[in-house]
């Protein structure tokens, strides 16, 4: 690994740069992200449709504007160049990207070990962003074991409970981060929505925030709290599940073990909905991926309050600009400087050692 | 009804009792059927099954839905679960058994084929019959005492010690002592009040772990049990049973449950029930239990365990791996 040399600008003028970069990335026409695409598509990583969407949200979100205020917001003091290593997930595709401009715009050196479920997207934009960037600042990989003897000093990554140990571990024994380390660490894996008036429900947003990625991300929404039950919302649910669909059709069939619910809830009389490759049900038999569970309740605030209690919780969604929760609408396309776990990552990245 | 005397009739092939048991059901049990029929399944399938390919109903439906012939609606006995659930909400199920004969018949059978039951006195160390009249397994530990011809079997008091005398009567009975208990009961009870029991006697655990106060394995409760009772580890047995089965399998000094001869364990894969896994592979107990002949006969539960053979392994509750969120990390090994 080369040497930390030299502090790169100021924050705001990477903030520039990287605008720059992902601007030239976008476009495509040198950066090589239509190859990207194409392949990502191809070899059935990811469906086509969410691939845009993620590219699209981010045209949107990423702007110099935006960048700045993050910059603004969160940037804490500069700081002396550090190796930062990020192990990227791989359920959605450019998932860990803010984790990227994170690295970029604190001024630190990105190490990423990129998912081998999205290995090329990514990849199309660091690429592009070497040429904007010190050679140094940027080294990325989809083996772990590339990173052998980095001793990073800082390491972000997103998992469980369970996977937690067992990454520190392989880290550690491999020289990937030294001893005392600060470590990012993100558990959340579930959204939910809470709807006070079935008046204010908007169906589209509240679809789009179910179905899209099929469900994979930690913002999307896995129960709905509101007043009104599932029998009652069906007729809506589906007519927007079913327009979804027509635009962003499965990328596979209908699990074995979902059919295996629907049956069950069909035989009981528990009311259900299939929409995509999830099952929306008034009732859970035994806790499943891909079932979405839609409470009917008196009070869904106070549901909701209490799900902000839960371990593994990323967001509270409403409708209700008065809200304390965020908005249904931003489920999937949250603002650059969003907090996933509740944590800011450039604040994070930009203070002190926690160690 | 001659179904009730051949399910219990080991001349008859299992497979034979199986397919008349599943046919039944499958013309009696409403929720069944239906849950079949969603599955897919049409009548013609009905003489292809066998225990690893049968359609299991989840337990669950105990607690959602009416499971049971037409008349079971008006049962002999009615058990209710203690309301423990997979998603921590407390609600019950309920089996409500049409022939209590067909239990009580399942239950001495069951029990006689592993242990020579003349040679135990009975102790219950469970709330009794009258506080908890909707235990199935109070109910099963009740006939047992019952039919002890020596008086000696009873009910503990909780919270107390087992009675000197009352160990007493049973070496001079020349009877050893099968104690039931729940997991955590029993422990309490060999915390606070340690005796040796005549040799030969056997700790049945009924179960419960999932309910003590302290994280503890089962082959370290036994240990523990085993010290407290003066008894080697081997004599401290398990039985795996629950609300919505009137079948009991026991486990005699191993961690391996094995069945009485009408019931069968199937191991089923979690992302597809209606699989069988391979032996020695993990997933969730499926459960043919012939004496169900009343209710359901063919349930998935939500224990995960392995099988090996005939013997299976309970390994606790089983809980999906959240594959929501970035949850995929070192994906390159």
């Known amino acids: 690994m080369s040497e930390i040399t030299k502090t790169y600008q100021n924050p705001r003028e990477r903030a520039a740069l990287l605008a720059e970069a992902v601007q030239e990335w976008l476009d495509g026409s040198e950066s090589g992200l239509n190859r990207a695409i194409q392949k990502t598509a191809d070899e059935g990583l990811f469906p086509e449709h969410d691939i845009r969407f993620a590219l699209d949200h981010i045209r949107r979100s990423v702007t110099p504007e935006s960048l700045t205020g993050w910059v603004n917001e969160s940037f804490k003091k500069p700081v002396e160049p550090e190796l930062v290593l990020v192990l990227h997930a791989g359920n959605l595709p450019l998932v860990g990207f803010q984790d990227i401009l994170g690295v970029l715009l604190s001024g ?13 997207l990514a990849a199309s934009f660091l690429k592009t962003a070497g040429k904007f960037f010190p050679n140094e600042m940027i080294q990325y990989s989809t083996s772990l074991d590339f990173f052998n003897g980095l001793k990073a000093h800082k390491v972000m990554f997103t998992g469980s409970e369970k996977t937690y140990p ?16 600060d470590l990012l660490i993100r558990t959340a894996h579930k959204s939910v929505a809470v709807f006070e008036n079935p008046e204010t429900i908007d169906w589209q947003c509240l679809t789009e925030a179910i179905l899209r990625y099929e469900g994979r991300g930690c913002r999307s929404v896995i129960e709905v709290f509101s007043t009104i039950s599932l029998e009652e919302a069906i007729p809506d649910l589906e007519f927007h599940i079913n327009n979804f669909l027509e635009s962003n059709p499965a990328s596979t069939g209908f699990p074995a073990a979902l059919k ?17 490759r999830q099952l929306i049900t008034s009732k859970v038999r035994q806790n499943q991926d891909g079932l979405i569970i839609w409470n009917r309740v008196d009070n869904p605030r106070v549901s909701a309050l209490h799900q902000k209690g839960i371990h593994g919780l990323q967001s509270v969604y409403s409708t209700n600009p008065a809200d304390e929760f965020e908005s249904l609408s931003e489920a999937q396309t949250p603002p650059v400087n969003w907090k996933p776990d509740g944590a800011d990552t450039l604040s994070w990245l930009t203070s002190p050692g926690t160690k | 009804m001659p179904l009730t005397n051949s399910i219990f ?23 069944y059927r239906k849950f079949l029929n969603e599955l897919g399944f049409s009548v013609e399938n009905k003489i292809a099954q066998t225990p690893d390919t049968v359609p299991l109903l989840p337990v669950e439906a105990f607690r959602d839905a009416f499971v049971g012939v037409r008349g079971a609606e008006k049962p002999e006995l009615e058990f209710r679960s203690s309301g423990t659930t997979s998603t921590g909400k407390n609600q019950r199920s309920v089996h ?97 009040f340690p005796v040796s029991l005549p040799s030969g006697s056997v700790i049945m655990e009924t ?31 398990s039985e795996y049973g629950m609300t919505e089965l009137l079948s009991q399998a026991y486990s005699t000094g191993d961690e391996w449950f094995k069945c009485p001869h009408w019931m069968r364990v199937s191991i089923r894969n979690p992302e597809n029930p209606l699989e069988a896994m391979a032996d020695g592979e993990e997933g969730l107990i499926g459960i043919t239990d012939l004496a169900n002949l009343y209710s359901c006969s063919f349930l998935l539960t939500g224990d995960k365990g392995i099988k090996n053979g005939e013997r299976f392994k309970v390994l606790g509750r089983y809980y999906p791996e959240n594959l929501r969120g970035c949850n995929f990390l070192i994906d390159d090994e």
């Open chain 2, 9 to 31: 009739d080991a001349s008859i092939p299992f497979q034979k009792r199986f397919e008349q048991v599943f046919s039944y059901q499958l013309e009696e049990v409403e929720i």
């Open chain 2, 96 to 192: 409500r058994v049409l022939s209590s004969a067909v239990y009580r018949e399942s239950i001495f059978r069951g029990i006689n084929t592993f242990y020579k039951l003349d040679d135990f006195v009975i102790l219950g160390y469970t709330p009794g019959y009258s506080e908890n009249p909707n235990s199935s397994l109070i109910w099963m530990i009740r006939e047992l005492i019952n039919s002890d011809k020596t008086g000696i079997s009873r009910f503990l008091e909780l919270e107390k010690p087992i009675p000197q005398d009352l160990i007493k009567a049973a070496e001079k009975s020349g009877r050893k002592i099968l104690l039931f208990g729940a997991a955590f009961g029993l422990i309490d009870m060999a915390e606070q």
């Open chain 2, 207 to 237: 179960g419960g772990m999932k309910t003590h106060r302290r994280e503890m394995t089962r082959s370290d409760l036994h240990k523990s049990l085993a010290a407290a009772f003066g008894l080697p580890e081997s004599q401290v047995h």
């Open chain 1, 166 to 181: 067992v990454v520190r571990e392989r880290l550690a024994g491999a020289g990937m981060m030294t001893e005392g380390a």
């Open chain 1, 108 to 120: 630190h050196y990105y190490r990423g070990k990129l998912s081998r479920k999205d290995p090329y």
């Open chain 1, 260 to 276: 295996f619910e629907m049956a069950y809830f069909s035989a009981v009389g528990i009311s259900h909905l299939s929409a995509g």
